[in-house]
């Protein structure tokens, strides 16, 4: 079942445009990662189907409903969750505090014993429970972000650049906790300069280039294209 | 000598409670909204003509009719934001300060029209009189005000807290772009946010008009003292709010009793300016 349809996509920051027509594809249940050089349009793309940004043209069908130029606390509470970059934490409110704010449009879920498992995944965060959300630390403050856009248990899950900044042996604690999202089933759709982890994790992948999409396959694939190793993953 | 010092400091802090009130409703605005809201001293003036009107012609005593204003206020709150502030929002900021300076002026125009300029006052309220406690005198309706300013402050500040929409005018502060990404409508939140803040200029108003008159050049006096504790506080800290509205009313008050009642609002401006230049966040403000 298809999850997430987008559909010849165009959108930019006012008049300057970065994506020249998207077509990406998302099922239930898989995870897809986009992969491409700096400004290549990766997070313009998330920001757009996020509702943050306004397209000029072009469809996001999620759900069968097309999404495209919705306000972004309408397309939240229809079941897509982003991480932004960075994280974009509510930094003078609690941990805690910014896990309920995640749970804004789904309070029930508090009451289901979701903030429990999520404690499970990254129990760091139950520890650091009462501390403000800007005294944490760059690799606690995106477990914490991905976990806030978790409470709400969405219907896919959008993480832009979760290894920035991080610390290398956290990134590889992050990457392991998404391997095990992906194993109960959490649809995906990932943005990463981090190419290595990215089409590890991924079932499939699009590489984006100058807002085009100019290559698509399973991870692997694209991960062993010649191509692509020599040009956008400088391996 | 020191008992009447004492009496000028005891009174100016029971003002300065009522001063705090003020002020948190204007710290809301511009702590959620991003907005300097020049006019929200001419809120409290047009709340203490509402208390006055409400009192003479409904025959309801002033510390009553806040059951009416606060809703008015409420709703021109929300009638405001929709119709001028939120098309300013993404302005730059000359355009967003010649807008509530605009508002300020009609307000007081407004008020000029309809009650005159001359100052009115109620000649009754059930909380006036006054008792005496040793050698110094209680007024009881500033005593009253005091703490019912009091009491709505914590109330506010534990409504921030702990209640699930006062969650989200705080996340909405921090980050409104974050903030709608979890399902938090910001037009709807900054409209709330924004009439809770003209709201509380009505229980003010009302709390002040039980000792005191009004006239339609007020409003300047309080969007001045309002700014001055906010400075003086920072953003953030409820306590902070408070003791910054005692120590500006303790300062009014020593003024107008040692040294002259015209020089008050000098006297506050000094300690605004002072305050911007030494510690621009306040004394108790988060960065």
């Keep these: 079942m298809t999850a997430l349809r987008v559909q010849g996509l165009r959108s930019g920051y006012g008049k300057v445009p970065i994506l020249a027509g998207v077509d990406l594809l998302v099922a239930g249940g898989e ?29 996001i069908l999620f759900d069968g409903r097309d999404m495209a130029g919705r306000p972004s606390y309408h397309i939240a509470r229809a079941g897509i969750s982003y991480v932004p970059e960075g994280g974009r934490l509510f930094p003078n409110m609690t941990v805690r505090e910014n896990l309920l704010m995640g749970a804004f449009a789904t309070p029930a879920n508090l009451k289901s014993g979701l903030l429990e498992e999520i404690y499970t995944l990254f129990p760091i965060l139950q520890r650091r429970g009462r501390q403000y959300a800007a005294t944490l630390s760059g690799g606690e403050k995106q477990m914490l972000a ?30 392991d906790r998404l391997h095990a999202l992906k194993a109960k089933g959490l649809t995906v759709l990932l943005v990463e300069q981090n190419t290595n982890f990215a089409l590890e994790l991924a079932d499939r992948a699009y590489v984006l280039e100058n807002g085009r999409i100019v290559l698509e396959g399973s991870g692997q694939d694209v991960a062993a294209n010649p191509e692509i190793k020599r040009h956008f993953l400088g391996l | ?45 047009l709340s203490m003509y509402l208390t006055f009107w409400a009192s003479t012609y409904l025959s309801l005593d002033a510390v009553f009719t806040p059951l009416i204003t606060i809703p008015l206020l409420f709703g021109l709150g929300v009638l405001i934001y929709y119709s001028i502030i939120q098309k300013t929002l993404r302005e730059r900021f000359v355009v967003q300060v010649a807008v509530t300076v605009g508002l300020m002026t009609f307000l007081r125009a407004f008020a000029q029209l309809v009650w005159e300029a001359r100052p009115r006052a109620l000649k009754f309220s059930i909380i006036q009189g006054n008792f005496p406690l040793g050698p110094f005198t209680v007024l009881l309706s500033r005593l009253i005000s005091a703490s019912l300013s009091i009491v709505a402050v914590v109330a506010v500040a534990m409504f921030l807290k702990y209640s699930w929409l006062g969650r989200s005018i705080r996340a909405a502060s921090d980050d409104a772009d974050a903030a709608s990404l979890m399902g938090v409508n910001i037009r709807w939140t900054y409209a709330f946010a924004f009439a809770m803040g003209s709201a509380l200029t009505a229980l003010a108003g009302g709390l002040l008009m039980t000792f005191q008159q009004v006239d339609p050049t007020m409003g300047l006096r309080f969007g001045l003292l ?19 509205g005692v120590i500006v009313g303790v300062a009014e008050a020593l003024t107008v009793a040692y040294w002259e009642p015209r020089a008050r609002s000098l006297i506050v401006y000094l300690i605004f300016v002072v305050i911007l230049w030494l510690r621009p966040r306040g004394l108790f403000g988060r960065k």
């Design chain 2, 1 to 45: 000598m020191i008992v009447n010092i004492l009496q000028s400091v005891a009174d100016g802090a029971l003002m300065g409670c009522v001063y705090a009130l003020i002020a948190l409703g204007l710290s809301l605005i511009f702590g959620v909204l991003n907005i300097v809201n020049f006019a929200h001293g001419d809120f409290v003036m």
């Design chain 1, 31 to 59: 995870v897809v990662a986009v992969v491409g050089p700096n400004g290549s349009g990766k997070s313009t793309l998330l920001k757009t189907i996020c509702g943050l940004i306004r397209p000029y043209s072009g469809q």
């Design chain 2, 226 to 244: 309002s700014w001055c504790i906010l400075a003086l506080s920072g953003l953030g800290s409820i306590s902070g709010l408070l003791i910054s």
């Design chain 1, 146 to 175: 991905i976990s806030r856009g978790l409470v709400s248990s969405p219907k896919i899950l959008m993480l832009d650049e979760p290894s920035l900044g991080i610390a290398p042996k956290l990134v590889e604690e992050i990457y």
